[in-house]
Structure formats: C-alpha cells, structure tokens
C-alpha cells in the first residue's frame, strides 16, 4: 500500500513519422527480432507498468514508475541493447511526454488527431490491440488500466462530438462517399474499371467492400483486364466492347494513359435511353482525362475527374482540422478529469487508512465499555451507544477528510504526510489493531454479550 | 349553457394546441437539419406525434361537435390537408428513410397551412343541403389525401434538385451533407405519386358520381373540374413516363413542381374567387 514517498508518474517516450525516419522506427518497433518487449521493460525493478504502441507511423513507450529519470535511462538502454541500437542514434528522435502531458498525448494518439491522416480510425484499433497484449503479460496495472479505457472513451466521445472522422479524406473514399449520395446503397450497383491502375484498384477495393455486385474490367490489352478481372471475381472486356457494357454500369473508374478521351458527350448520350435514365457516375482520374467533361452536363450522369476529387478530399481535410481543435478541447477536459482521478488514487489509502484506525478505537473502546456494563443494559440502550460512537467518530474525522482532500490539490504531498503523521498512520500500531472487517448485526452481538 | 359553449369550442383548443406544438416540431426539425445531431430528430419526431395527436382529436371532435365530416370550408380542408401531409410523411419515411430530413421539409409546410387554417373563419355552420351526401366523406377526404401526396412529391423534388446541384457543381459541403441521396429522394418522389394518382383518380371519380346524384350531371366543366383534370393529366403524364419511359431524376423532380403549382391554382386560387361548388368560403356565405 503506502510507502511514504512515492508518487505514481506516467512517462511516455516514443517517435512518430514526423520525428523519425521510418529506418529508426522500424528498429525500435521490435520487429526484427522475437524480444517481447511488454516482458523486456518489466524487467526494469523501476518499472511498475508497461504498454507498447508499434504502427508504422509510430512506436511508442508507455510507463507508469516512481522514479521517471531512472526509469526512463533504463528503459532507452534496454530499448537500444535489446535492438542493436546506439542510444545516441535513436535519442535524438525520440519525444517524452511525462503525467499529464502523457495522458494528452495519448488521447491524441487514440483519437487519431496526432497521426499523418488526421482522425483515421485505424490507430484506436492498434492501440486496443497494444493494451490487450500489455494486459495478457501483466503488463499494466490500476493506472494504466484506467488510463486506457479512458483513452478508449475519450476517442469515442471525439467521433461522436466532432466530425474528426467523416468527411473522406482520401480520394478513393471521396468517390466511395459520393457514389453513395447518387445511388443511396451500393449493393446490386456494377462497378467497370477502363484501364487498370493502382487508383483505380483501390477505388474498386472499396467499392466491393461496399457490397457491389460486380466489376467489369476493361482495358486495352485484354490479358492485363482478364488478370484483374480474376483478382475481383468479375468480368474482362476489352475496350471494343465498351458502349455495350456501359448499359449495364453504374460506376465507371476510368484511368488509361490514352491521350484523348476515349468516351465523349454524345457517345453517353446515346446512352441515356436504353439505360432507361438510370443514373451513372463516371470517376475520371485519368491524366490526361479519359472523359470528356461536357458528360456532367447530361441528365442523370454525374463526372468527377481527379481534380475535382482530390479538391473535394482538400475541403474535407480543412473540415478535419477544423474540427481536430474542438478535440484537442475535450481531450484537454478529459486529460485534467483524469489527472485529478490520479491525485484521488494517491490520497485514497491515506483515507482509507484513517478510516481504518478510528473504527478500530471505536470497536475496541465499545468493547470495553459493553464489558463493563455487561448485564445492565437493554438491546436499544446498546445499539444507542453504538450510534452515539459512530456519530463521534464520524463528526470528528470530517474535517480532517474533507481537508485532505481539498488542499491536497493544492499543496500535493506534503498534506498527506502531515495526515499520516497527525494520526500517526504509519508509525508504531497498537498491539491489538486486528479491527474487524465487518461490525456484527446488533442480534448477534448480543449473543455474544450473553455467554 | 356554459357547458355547450365549452363543448363547442373544444375541437378550437384542441387545433390550437396542436398548431402550437407543430411549431415547436418544425423548429425542432430545422434545428436537426442544421445540426445533423440524432437527438433533435429524435426528439422532433416525437414532438410531431403528439402535435399529430391533438391535431386528431381536434378533427375528431369537430366532427362529432358539427354532426357532419369537418371537411366543408377552408379552415377544415387546410387544417384536414395539414393532418394528411403528416399521414402521408409518416408513411412515406416508414417505407423509405429519409433518415427523416424529408421532415424538415415538411413540417413548415404544415405549420403554414395550419396558421393560414387557424386564420380562416372557426365557425360551425350547419351543412348546406347540397353537401348533404353520403359522398361527402369519401370525396373529401380522398382528393385531401391525394393533394398531401402531391405536396409530398413536390417535397422530395425540392430536396432532389439542390442535392442534385450540389452534386453537378461538385460543392460537397453542408446541403450535400445533409440530404438524402438522390436515389432516396427519387423513390420518395417515385412511392407518393404512386400512392397520391390513384387517389386523386378516386377524388374525382367520387366527386363526378356525386355531381351526377346533386346536379344530374357528371361533369360540367365547373373550373375547379378543369384544373383537377389538368392536374390528374399532369401527374398521369408523369406516371406514365416513369413506368414506360424510365424517367426519373431531375425531370420528375420538376415534373411533381409543375404539379404542385396547379393544385396551389386549384386548391387556394379557385376555391377563393372563382365560383363555383367548391367555393368554400361560399358555402355558409
């Protein structure tokens, strides 16, 4: 429980992708070799609890430890040692946070606002991901446990109060976001790709996540289409066929390195009616375009060429940072609820404590008393005695507790020493300190009186 | 004495506290479309239905206060219009999520005409012969009922041609962010024409058998027949190129618009100041 001096730090080294390069990120990750690092730095005796964050845009180093400087020239060396790292090559990269500069940066972190796309979601993942490996090593302990489901709720309550994480902020999300505000559901929709692109992979990766039917590849060299086509379970075409598979889609990802268009305004025209009007959104990210541009004039036809995207992800991404200010808000309001949970941690046993050591006088002076006027007294003149003392001790420690508790916010320590010293909380303890855990019911003390 | 009055006015509290709360509705709604917070549109939604609530019971007991379907002049046609429009909108969003942001399109609406209702005369008269019918009922309720889907279609039309520009004109920000997508917005268009012509067809269908049994004649050219008839040939034309043709979009957009603006002609312009059977205010002139 108490040991006198030591109060509780939490200490945060790590480097990110804009401290460090990636060849100094993959070393400290422990990548390259089978070290668990959890175990690694619990082998530190100034290490009280662990967590380990590696992504590939950040490693970091969570501790909780009475000694921050000892600890943390520990932990570098055996960071460094462990990694066939020369601290001088890795230190000067690596940033430290300590107690409550920790704890925001983590709810950063959590909430995506300090990694490269701002509020993506994937980091919350890693690090329920870092916390479940932590936790299986015996890795964390009462205030890392506290503080990373804190970190959990405050990432939670950011998504929901800011719009940190709508807006797509890549262009294939972009088109993915669009394509739903056209078609409502994407399910039953068919997606052709005209040339076969990284973009446009990607774009089809997400638009089968969304549940699309089916795609259509189609591309000049046919082998290339039909290879493709294999990769997503669709259908190859070659370009030839392209008007008459135009009928059937709904989505057109095109990216060839044709140097004119290759679909014009009166071609999908013509289109129009034997599509029965149904909608079709042409995504041109093709440089030169594949599309001629007059297409966005046409009823039910929607184009957005790679400008038009990539403008849309740079208004999405303004929005973002708007709202990444009104997080840092809740994470500063969420860092100081957690900070004061921390000094309440520290001021608790000494509560406890003092709790402990009145109850105990309480009882053992009860007893004496009860004895003494054993046979003389009714149930309801013992219980009235009983209350009477419970009143005493409890209208005499109130200040004492609401004291400790106020000032301890402002003078720290020091009034939990002067607490433990004014009640003697610590020092010698009465030989007979065995209180009871439990007061027996009234019935049953009366059992015990009679024999 | 003091008890009949009481009576009397009951349906009046009733349609006021209505009006009052479908205010409160409509700013709830306005507040969701601006916020996009799930809150207020759950909350507006609730709010609607109890306003929807004491809206009914005020037609109920007007109706039994009249003796006579409280359908005969202009304050209880808009006031029963008002009632449809939130049948037809809670149907609509039943059926097709507009993750009710239709709403917030709609409860204006309502409150408009339920303050240009309450701004209409109250009094109960007692019905004229020529309203005497059993036809009454039917023939009123149904084309009001049409009329609220037709206000629906121009709803969603509103909605489809500024989600549909802010698409062309690739501005992806609020609005976009805010309205439905535009397949949504076209089968709201789509489901309300779909369930307001054959109403409507029943409407007029019921008012000629009617005509015939009170005049001896089916149909007499009367101007508010005229502009039904433009109207039901206008949305007949629309049915007809969404089944057939495949139209959808834009054109059925501006289509259930163009619509609109005849039934504003034959439901407020004629009933007011062409004569005719369905002069309203005429009717206990």
């Known amino acids: ?451 | 004495m003091i008890c009949v009055t009481l009576k009397g006015q009951m349906n009046v509290f009733f349609f006021r506290l209505a009006l009052l709360v479908y205010l409160v509705a409509t700013v709830g709604y306005l507040v969701y479309l601006l916020t996009m917070k799930k809150e207020a549109a759950r909350g507006a939604y609730y709010v609607l239905l109890v306003a929807f609530f004491l809206h009914t019971t005020s037609i109920l007991a007007r109706w039994i206060e009249a003796r006579h379907t409280p359908i005969t002049n202009l304050h209880e046609a808009t006031s029963f219009l008002g009632w449809s429009l939130v049948v037809g909108y809670l149907i609509l969003e039943w059926r097709i999520s507009s993750q009710q942001v239709l709403g917030a399109f709609v409860t204006p609406v309502v409150s408009l005409l339920m303050i240009y209702s309450s701004l209409c005369p109250h009094r109960i008269l007692p019905l004229p012969p020529v309203l005497q019918s059993f036809w009454l009922p039917i023939h009123a309720t149904i084309s009001i009922l049409a009329y609220s889907f037709f206000i629906l279609m121009a709803c969603a039309g509103v909605m489809y041609l500024l989600q549909e520009r802010q698409i062309k004109k690739k501005r992806l920000t609020g609005l976009f962010k805010r309205l439905p997508s535009l397949e949504t917005l076209d089968r709201l268009n789509e489901l309300a024409l779909k369930i307001g012509f054959p109403l409507l067809t029943v409407g007029i269908i019921s008012g000629a058998i009617w005509a015939e049994e009170a005049w001896g004649s089916y149909w007499s050219w009367d101007p508010k027949e005229t502009w039904s008839l433009i109207m039901w040939l206008v949305y007949a034309a629309l049915l007809h190129e969404r089944l057939a043709v495949g139209w959808r979009g834009r054109r059925a957009a501006v289509m259930s618009l163009v619509g609109f603006g005849i039934w504003v002609v034959s439901f407020f312009v004629v009933n007011l100041f062409i004569p005719g059977a369905h002069t309203y205010v005429e009717w206990h002139g």
């Open chain 1, 1 to 451: 429980m108490w040991n006198g001096t030591a109060k509780e730090h939490i200490v945060l080294i790590g480097v990110n992708h804009r401290t460090a390069p990636v060849e100094i990120r993959e070393k400290l990750s422990f990548s390259k070799n089978k070290i668990d690092p959890v175990s690694l730095f619990m082998t530190s005796p100034l290490v009280r609890e662990v967590l380990f964050l590696s992504t590939c845009n950040r490693v970091e180093l969570l501790l909780v430890t009475s000694n921050p400087q000892e600890a943390i020239e520990d932990c570098l060396r055996l960071w460094g040692e462990a990694n066939g790292l020369n601290l001088s090559t890795f230190e000067k990269h690596l940033y430290f946070f300590q107690d409550i500069e920790a704890v925001i940066h983590l709810f950063k972190v959590g909430a995506g606002l300090d990694s490269m796309v701002l509020g993506e979601p994937q980091i919350l993942g890693q690090l329920k991901e870092a916390y479940r490996y932590a936790v299986e090593r015996r890795g964390t302990g009462v205030i890392l446990n506290r503080l990373l489901h804190k970190t959990f709720s405050v990432a939670k309550r950011i998504r929901s109060e800011t719009g940190i994480g709508s807006h797509a902020v890549s262009v294939s999300y972009a088109a993915v976001e669009l394509a739903k505000k056209i078609f409502g559901t994407l399910e039953n929709k068919v997606v052709m790709l005209i040339g076969a692109g990284e973009m446009a992979e990607l774009a089809a990766q997400h638009f089968l996540t969304c549940g699309i039917e089916k795609i259509i590849v189609a591309n000049r060299t046919l082998a290339r289409a039909i290879e493709l086509a294999k990769r997503f379970q669709g259908e190859a075409i070659s370009l030839e066929e392209l008007e008459d598979y135009l009928i059937k889609a709904d989505i057109v990802v095109s990216s060839t390195g044709a140097p004119h268009y290759i679909l014009t305004a009166k071609q999908i025209k013509q289109l129009m009616r034997p599509r029965k009007m149904r909608p079709i959104f042409f995504i041109d990210i093709a440089v030169p375009r594949d599309i001629d541009p007059q297409v966005n004039e046409i009823e039910n036809v929607y184009l957005y060429d790679i400008d038009d995207l990539k403008a849309v992800v740079e208004e999405n991404l303004a929005f973002r940072r708007k709202e990444a200010r009104r997080a840092e808000r809740i994470v500063e309001e969420e860092a100081l609820k957690f900070e004061a949970w921390l000094e309440e941690l520290e001021v608790y046993p000494t509560i406890v404590a003092l709790r402990q050591k009145a109850e105990a006088i309480r009882q053992r002076e009860l007893e004496k008393t009860l004895a003494h006027l054993k046979g003389h007294l009714r149930p309801e003149d013992i219980q009235a005695i009983d209350i009477l003392t419970r009143s005493l001790v409890n209208k005499i420690l109130h200040d004492p507790m609401l004291f400790l508790k106020n000032r301890y916010h402002q003078e720290g320590k020091q009034v939990i020493d002067f607490t433990r010293r004014l009640f003697n909380l610590d020092g010698e303890k009465p030989l007979k300190h065995e209180p009871p855990q439990n007061i027996l019911p009234l019935h049953e003390r009366d059992k015990v009186q009679k024999t």
